[in-house]
């Protein structure tokens, strides 16, 4: 089971439970891949709903790998995320908010 208050969700990836979390590792990583971009940038693009698929891609990389798995980008282009598009962006939303908050009882 996924721990909220470690920042953790859980996602089916081909039918496989995974559990992401965006660790500081994860997210040096994160911002190393937006190159120019910020962390700040991208929560003010999911809170404005102005994210791009490309910003889906890299939050849920980000967190799988937080969670301990060790693919990459590519390892998802052809994977089926329970849900598809509309539960991954969500997915990568609370991902953002549980990494810089607690979680409401």
Do not use: Y
């Amino acid at each position: 089971m996924a721990n909220p208050w470690e920042g953790e969700i859980a996602v089916r990836i081909d039918g496989e439970r995974h559990v992401m979390k965006l660790t500081l590792g994860a997210l040096a990583e994160l911002e190393a891949h937006l190159q120019s971009d910020s962390i700040v940038a991208l929560v003010e693009r999911f809170e404005t709903a102005t994210f791009t698929t490309r910003d889906v891609v890299a939050l849920i990389v980000a967190g799988l790998r937080g969670g301990g798995w060790r693919g990459d980008a590519s390892d998802l282009l052809s994977a089926d995320i329970e849900g598809g598009p509309p539960k991954a962006a969500q997915l990568a939303g609370q991902l953002i908010v549980r990494a810089f908050s607690f979680p409401e009882l």
